[in-house]
């Protein structure tokens, strides 16, 4: 009867021992110096660490939630439409298969796992005791014992506390790379529509070139040009099959590049819904730094940054106050058939390790993560210039060449290519008709190119490159 009374006891020291402890606030480790200052520039919101019945059930929200990426598993099946595939199409496809959004989306997880783990209360311990074996040819004093370590200050909550600042910041890293695949699909998609673009341009070279050639070769035989007329036509021509032939180069390696981007397997080459000589709409600086400053991601993540740094330096002043150790035993005596009970709790005496290093280091943290965000914040200014810059010369450019400088010399050429077909115009004009006019058409198409480029940069915060190692 006294063993059972012995096991009941242990058991009720097992199941109380999981309560929690006593817990303690700490007040905050004062700093000193240049640290203090910059330390008190951000207003950081106040953690609260108050913890739910069932910490282990609630996470920190997600910032990323309503994004429309929830097939991020399987890449659905897209058709293209009457006119060809869509822009959004494409989109949906590399939501769905491009390896750095999953790759992104199993670090929240991770992190998602460890703001569960760190938050968990240490086991208690418990075992078999047994003391004073043989004395006096008795069993001597046996039992069992339960123990549990009660952390003090709040420290599992500030541990969450900061895990759940790391998760922001993944998050907004996820927020990231789903721009920058957004970003990289709109510019290999614009990039196949000027691929495709040139292979009609050129083989509307190596047509004229080629009824250049038949003409030149009745005004030969008319004797109304030289051999030299005639051959210089047939070097156009030459060169106009080789312009057709890089063109046709360049509209695979642009679907390839396409692929790559959406994640799947190669893409067949297909036409595309959309127009890229339609010029996008005109930006204005002062709004895009504006735009940029309050919806980058980059500057979420930084400042994301700094409430992890702060809380990891209110978690480590509170590292030196100490956590509590307690053990209980009941024992049964067996030389004296009393039942003994024996109760043990310490604490670690912080006289050397006060935890000064761990503040001083967490203190620069902060300092380090309040400059970073000044960092990001210049860096962009500086990255929306030169983006800008190269968009507004491009777009002055396309604009002038699409309203101005090709139809004067679609005109100049349809006229001098039916002079010299009726033989009222040299063929040094025609030769210098068709130079200008493919030139024309090229500088057209390089201009449009890089105003796609600039603009889908800038409407992507500038962001781009997802299947960059990070």
Same mark, same amino acid.
């Given at each position: 009867?006294?063993?059972?009374?012995?096991?009941?006891?242990?058991?009720?020291?097992?199941?109380?021992?999981?309560?929690?402890?006593?817990?303690?606030?700490?007040?905050?480790?004062?700093?000193?110096?240049?640290?203090?200052?910059?330390?008190?520039?951000?207003?950081?919101?106040?953690?609260?660490?108050?913890?739910?019945?069932?910490?282990?059930?609630?996470?920190?929200?997600?910032? !990323? +939630?309503?994004?429309?990426?929830?097939? =991020?598993?399987?890449?659905? %099946?897209?058709? /293209?439409? $009457?006119?060809? *595939?869509?822009?959004?199409?494409?989109?949906?496809?590399?939501?769905?298969?491009?390896?750095?959004?999953?790759?992104?989306?199993?670090?929240?997880?991770?992190?998602?796992?460890?703001?569960?783990?760190?938050?968990?209360?240490?086991?208690?311990?418990?075992?078999?005791?047994?003391?004073?074996?043989?004395?006096?040819?008795?069993?001597?004093?046996?039992?069992?014992?339960?123990?549990?370590?009660?952390?003090?200050?709040?420290?599992?909550?500030?541990?969450?506390?900061?895990?759940?600042?790391?998760?922001?910041?993944?998050?907004?890293?996820?927020?990231?790379?789903?721009?920058?695949?957004?970003?990289?699909?709109?510019?290999?998609?614009?990039?196949?529509?000027?691929?495709?673009?040139?292979?009609?341009?050129?083989?509307?070279?190596?047509?004229?070139? !080629? +009824?250049?050639?038949?003409?030149?070769? =009745?005004?030969?035989?008319? %004797?109304?040009? /030289?051999? $030299?007329?005639? *051959?210089?036509?047939?070097?156009?021509?030459?060169?106009?099959?080789?312009?057709?032939?890089?063109?046709?180069?360049?509209?695979?390696?642009?679907?390839?590049?396409?692929?790559?981007?959406?994640?799947?397997?190669?893409?067949?080459?297909?036409?595309?819904?959309?127009?890229?000589?339609?010029?996008?709409?005109?930006?204005?600086?002062?709004?895009?730094?504006?735009?940029?400053?309050?919806?980058?991601?980059?500057?979420?993540?930084?400042?994301?940054?700094?409430?992890?740094?702060?809380?990891?330096?209110?978690?480590?002043?509170?590292?030196?106050?100490?956590?509590?150790?307690?053990?209980?035993?009941?024992?049964?005596?067996?030389?004296?058939?009393?039942?003994?009970?024996?109760?043990?709790?310490?604490?670690?005496?912080?006289?050397?390790?006060?935890?000064?290093?761990?503040?001083?280091?967490?203190?620069?943290?902060?300092?380090?993560?309040?400059?970073?965000?000044?960092?990001?914040?210049?860096?962009?200014?500086?990255?929306?210039?030169?983006?800008?810059?190269?968009?507004?010369?491009?777009?002055?450019?396309?604009?002038?060449?699409?309203?101005?400088?090709?139809?004067?010399?679609?005109?100049?050429?349809?006229?001098?290519?039916?002079?010299?077909?009726?033989?009222?115009?040299?063929?040094?004009?025609?030769?210098?008709?068709?130079?200008?006019?493919?030139?024309?058409?090229?500088?057209?198409?390089?201009?449009?190119?890089?105003?796609?480029?600039?603009?889908?940069?800038?409407?992507?915060?500038?962001?781009?490159?997802?299947?960059?190692?990070?």
């Amino acid at each position: 009867m006294t063993q059972y009374r012995i096991y009941g006891a242990v058991v009720l020291l097992l199941a109380t021992g999981c309560a929690s402890g006593p817990q303690h606030i700490a007040t905050q480790t004062e700093t000193s110096g240049a640290e203090s200052v910059v330390l008190n520039k951000p207003t950081i919101t106040k953690v609260d660490y108050e913890e739910a019945m069932t910490p282990e059930l609630i996470q920190p929200p997600t910032v !990323s +939630e309503g994004l429309a990426l929830e097939a =991020s598993t399987n890449a659905p %099946e897209h058709l /293209p439409s $009457a006119s060809g *595939l869509t822009l959004t199409a494409l989109e949906q496809m590399a939501f769905g298969s491009n390896p750095a959004i999953a790759q992104s989306e199993a670090r929240v997880r991770a992190l998602r796992g460890k703001w569960v783990q760190v938050g968990l209360r240490p086991n208690p311990t418990a075992g078999y005791s047994a003391s004073e074996i043989g004395n006096d040819d008795k069993a001597g004093q046996q039992g069992g014992f339960a123990g549990q370590t009660f952390i003090t200050a709040h420290k599992l909550q500030r541990n969450r506390a900061v895990v759940a600042a790391e998760i922001t910041r993944a998050e907004q890293e996820l927020v990231q790379v789903q721009r920058r695949v957004q970003t990289d699909v709109k510019r290999s998609y614009y990039e196949a529509l000027l691929a495709q673009r040139r292979v009609d341009l050129a083989d509307q070279l190596v047509r004229v070139t !080629s +009824e250049a050639v038949t003409a030149s070769k =009745s005004l030969l035989e008319a %004797e109304e040009i /030289p051999l $030299a007329g005639l *051959l210089q036509t047939e070097v156009q021509q030459q060169n106009a099959i080789v312009l057709s032939r890089t063109a046709a180069n360049g509209l695979s390696q642009a679907w390839r590049q396409l692929s790559a981007v959406v994640g799947g397997s190669d893409l067949p080459i297909q036409p595309l819904d959309g127009d890229v000589t339609l010029l996008p709409e005109t930006l204005d600086w002062q709004q895009q730094l504006v735009r940029i400053s309050n919806e980058s991601p980059e500057m979420a993540a930084a400042m994301a940054d700094v409430e992890r740094a702060r809380r990891a330096l209110d978690r480590a002043s509170v590292e030196a106050i100490p956590d509590i150790s307690t053990q209980v035993s009941v024992q049964y005596d067996a030389s004296t058939t009393d039942t003994i009970t024996g109760v043990q709790v310490g604490i670690p005496l912080p006289i050397w390790n006060r935890n000064q290093g761990g503040i001083r280091q967490a203190q620069a943290e902060v300092t380090e993560a309040v400059r970073n965000v000044d960092r990001v914040e210049l860096n962009l200014n500086q990255r929306l210039a030169n983006a800008f810059r190269e968009y507004s010369d491009a777009q002055v450019t396309a604009t002038s060449y699409a309203e101005e400088l090709l139809p004067r010399s679609q005109k100049t050429f349809d006229l001098v290519q039916r002079g010299f077909q009726q033989g009222e115009v040299g063929y040094l004009d025609l030769l210098v008709a068709q130079q200008t006019y493919s030139q024309t058409n090229l500088i057209y198409l390089d201009a449009l190119g890089n105003l796609w480029r600039s603009y889908v940069r800038i409407e992507g915060l500038l962001l781009e490159g997802s299947l960059d190692a990070r």
